[in-house]
C-alpha cells in the first residue's frame, strides 16, 4: 500500500465466536433464576458501590459468595467461567445467534426470554433478570487460550446499551378532556388544526395550550411559526389557554374559567355558551382560562409572560428539550452515578460550528450539576458527622 510493505503482525484482525466458542467444555450447573422477591435491584442510596452490588448478584444467581473478590483481575476472569454454566446463559446467547440481528430490541429479547423464565410471562421480572445477568456478563472477563499471559483479558460478552430517544421540539396537545400530546411533524391535515402548542410552568407546574389571536378575533390560530414568534418577541397577539378540571365531580366554579374553547375549530367561545359559535358542536367544548395580559415595556406594549397560577415573572416557557439539553442531563445523570468509574463521553454532530458550541454546553452543563451534587453530599455528610464548617469544606 502506497509502495510500502507490511508484514503479518501489522494486521488487525477480528476473530468473531459464536456460541459453541463460547461454552464448549463447560456443562449446565444452574437452571432456575432468582424469585422476584428475593432479586435484588439497583441499589438506591450511594453507600453502595458496583462491587457490592455485583456480589449482591452474585449470591443471587449461584446461591452462594463469590470466591475471590470481583474488583480484582482474577476475580473477574473466575466470574467469567462460571457465567457459561447456568441454563439462563445459553438462552440468551441462543436468542442472540438465531435473530441474525447485530441490534436486538429490549423489548423483543424480554418477550422471548419470558416465555422461558416466567410462567405469568411478566416483563418487569424478566427485565429485572436481565438487568441483573448482563451485570455479571458486563464485568466479566475471559483470557484466550492463545493469549499470552501478559495480555489483559477481554470481556466475556461485549454488552452495549443503545437508548434512542427524540428532540422533544415541536410538542402540541389535542384540545380535548384529557389532552394528548404528539410531535406536529406526526400530524397530517386536519389533525394539526385541532392541536395546540403545549405551554407549562416551570415553577408550580400547572400546564396549557398556546396559540396567537388577533385584535377582536375569536379564533385561534394553531400556526407554530406564528406562536414562536409571538412567544418570543412577547407580541400581543399571544394567548395562554389553562383548562379548568371538575372538582369532585361538581364542575368549576363559573368564576374560575373565563371561556369554552372548541377543540375542533379551536373558536373561543363564551363561558356560559352552549356550543360552539363556530361550528356549531357542543360536544368538544373544553372549559379554559385565557390568560391574555399585557405591560409596557420600552412603550411598547407586550404580552405578559407570569403564569396566572403562581405568578411567576418567567415560568411559563414551551415544553420540550432540544438534543443538548436531553443529551447534558443524561450525562449529568451518568456523571454523578456511582456505577461510573470512567466518565468519559464522545458526541457527534455533522456541523462543526454546532458540535464545537454543544462540547462547551456538555462541559458547563456536566461541570455545575456535579458541583452541586458534590455540595449536597458533603452537608448530608456533615450534617450526619456533627463536622464543623472547616471540617466539611476540607472533604
Not at 470466591?67 to 467469567?80: D, F, I, Y
Not at 402540541?172 to 400530546?181: F, I, K, L, Q
Not at 458550541?357 to 450526619?384: D, E, P, Q
Request: proline share 5%.
Amino acid at each position: 500500500m502506497f509502495s510500502e510493505s507490511f508484514d503479518p503482525g501489522s494486521v488487525i484482525g477480528e476473530d468473531l465466536l459464536d456460541l459453541g466458542d463460547v461454552v464448549d467444555g463447560y456443562f449446565i450447573r444452574y437452571h432456575g433464576v432468582p424469585e422476584p422477591q428475593a432479586l435484588a435491584l439497583l441499589p438506591g442510596d450511594h453507600t453502595r458501590n458496583p462491587e457490592t452490588y455485583l456480589a449482591t448478584q452474585y449470591r443471587q444467581w449461584f446461591e452462594q459468595d463469590a470466591p475471590l473478590s470481583l474488583a480484582e483481575t482474577e476475580g473477574r476472569l473466575a466470574l467469567g467461567e462460571r457465567l457459561r454454566e447456568p441454563s439462563f446463559f445459553r438462552n440468551l446467547l441462543t436468542l442472540a445467534q438465531r435473530s441474525g440481528r447485530k441490534v436486538i430490541s429490549e423489548d423483543w429479547l424480554i418477550h422471548e426470554l419470558s416465555q422461558m423464565v416466567s410462567a405469568t410471562s411478566d416483563a418487569q421480572y424478566t427485565r429485572r433478570l436481565l438487568d441483573s445477568f448482563l451485570s455479571l456478563c458486563a464485568h466479566a472477563r475471559y483470557r484466550d487460550a492463545k493469549a499470552k499471559a501478559a495480555d489483559v483479558p477481554g470481556p466475556l460478552l461485549r454488552v452495549h446499551v443503545h437508548l434512542w430517544t427524540r428532540e422533544l421540539s415541536r410538542l402540541v396537545a389535542s384540545v380535548v378532556e384529557p389532552p394528548r400530546m404528539a410531535f406536529s411533524d406526526d400530524l397530517k391535515g386536519d389533525a394539526l388544526k385541532s392541536h395546540l402548542p403545549a405551554i407549562h410552568c416551570r415553577e408550580c407546574g400547572v400546564m396549557g395550550w398556546g396559540g396567537t389571536m388577533r385584535a377582536n378575533a375569536d379564533k385561534v390560530a394553531p400556526d407554530l411559526q406564528e406562536f414562536y414568534k409571538a412567544f418570543f418577541g412577547h407580541l400581543p397577539s399571544l394567548r395562554f389557554f389553562f383548562p379548568v378540571s371538575d372538582h369532585d365531580g361538581t364542575g368549576p366554579a363559573q368564576g374560575e374559567f373565563t371561556h369554552k374553547l372548541c377543540g375542533l375549530c379551536l373558536t373561543a367561545n363564551a363561558a356560559d355558551s352552549a356550543k360552539c359559535a363556530g361550528c356549531g358542536e357542543s360536544a368538544h367544548l373544553v372549559r379554559v382560562l385565557i390568560h391574555d395580559r399585557t405591560r409596557r415595556a420600552q412603550d411598547q406594549t407586550q404580552a405578559d409572560m407570569a403564569c396566572p397560577y403562581c405568578e411567576s415573572a418567567s415560568g411559563l416557557t414551551i415544553l420540550g428539550s432540544r438534543a443538548a439539553s436531553l443529551t447534558s442531563i443524561a450525562l449529568s445523570q451518568l456523571y454523578t452515578s456511582p456505577f461510573n468509574r470512567e466518565k468519559q463521553a464522545l458526541a457527534f454532530s455533522d456541523n462543526v460550528q454546532d458540535a464545537s458550541h454543544r462540547s462547551g454546553f456538555f462541559a458547563a452543563r456536566t461541570y455545575k450539576v456535579n458541583l452541586r451534587t458534590a455540595i449536597r453530599r458533603v452537608i448530608a455528610l456533615a450534617a450526619s458527622h456533627s463536622l464543623s464548617p472547616s471540617e466539611g469544606a476540607c472533604h
